[in-house]
């Protein structure tokens, strides 16, 4: 009998099922954009694929054997009621790409001053001036996961020198050094652009303290909104010590009342980096899919205890 795919996005669920049919040509696929639509839908449903899927409902799902997260990220579905041994997995390795992109765009336009470029061309102003560059600068890379691991890959052909920050050290290609979580302080402090890609566990929040950073170094965030205390970074970009380019926020949309909005030194983005991509998410789980029909190791499996 084939297995029910409950397919939940609250803005994007048609499209990702239409995605999946001509790859999943037997499963039974079920889409919804609401509770409403998925409640009549839960008794039956062995699989989820889906993003933020309302909590209440994993009670109404006595079938359900496997979660699968349509990004990265999993905190809701950590604290989430899952039924009695069911599975929980996260997209891996598929947002390195844009992420890493998103990164260097805005290295690149720290270290060749692009704003100041922009306004002189809005003020007629010839203004030369000598540029940076990211050859030699010593790149931070805090939670050297999947995507960090593609952010250090391409770092080394910008001739960088590239540290990474992980919960336990281990040698990682294309890293010059590796510090274990308990050195964080010095991390900080050492690096000349610092790249979160931190998942939000207990474990992670307020390693990256943009008060202990080296002056004039910039901060991305593109991990997680909650591992990096705002007021912190306020505080240190008012003072002139960082920049910061932020993409993820502890409140999402960020309130158009939020600092961040008007200081100058912050670059607000929403949550753009990782862009889940339906074309691309739907085929990363049809092959995790046939793995799960098979008995195979998933892809991306979480562990509910450690966070990721």
């Not at 560059?133 to 250090?152: T, V």
């Not at 960088?160 to 919960?167: G, H, Q, T």
Request: aromatic share 8%; hydrophobic share 45%.
């Amino acid at each position: 009998m084939a297995d029910t795919i409950l397919i939940y996005h609250a803005q994007r669920a048609d499209r990702f099922a239409a995605s999946l049919r001509p790859l999943l040509p037997d499963a039974v696929l079920i889409a919804a954009g609401s509770a409403a639509e998925a409640a009549p839908h839960m008794d039956r449903a062995d699989v989820l694929f889906g993003w933020r899927f309302p909590p209440e409902l994993y009670g109404q799902a006595p079938r359900l054997r496997w979660v699968q997260s349509m990004g990265a990220g999993v905190e809701d579905l950590i604290a989430a009621p899952l039924p009695e041994g069911c599975l929980l997995t996260r997209v891996e390795g598929l947002f390195g790409g844009s992420m890493s992109e998103y990164a260097f765009a805005h290295m690149l336009a720290h270290s060749q001053q692009s704003g100041r470029q922009r306004a002189a061309q809005e003020a007629a102003r010839w203004e030369p001036f000598l540029v940076g560059r990211l050859a030699g600068k010593r790149l931070g890379i805090a939670g050297a996961g999947s995507i960090g691991a593609e952010i250090a890959r391409r770092a080394k052909a910008f001739d960088m020198e590239v540290w990474a920050l992980v919960r336990t050290t281990r040698p990682m290609e294309n890293v010059d050094r590796v510090l274990a979580t308990q050195a964080a302080a010095e991390f900080c402090a050492s690096v000349d652009y610092l790249i979160s890609t931190l998942p939000h566990t207990e474990e992670a929040v307020g390693l990256v303290n943009p008060l202990q950073m080296k002056p004039g170094a910039l901060l991305i965030n593109i991990g997680r909104g909650a591992t990096i205390d705002e007021a912190a970074i306020l505080q240190a970009v008012e003072a002139g010590r960082i920049q910061a380019v932020l993409d993820v926020f502890q409140r999402e949309p960020l309130p158009p009342e939020h600092p961040f909005w008007r200081t100058p030194g912050i670059t607000v983005t929403p949550h753009i980096s990782g862009p889940s991509v339906p074309e691309e998410v739907a085929a990363y789980f049809a092959d995790n899919y046939r793995r799960f029909a098979l008995g195979q190791p998933l892809l991306g499996l979480v562990n509910r205890q450690r966070g990721y």
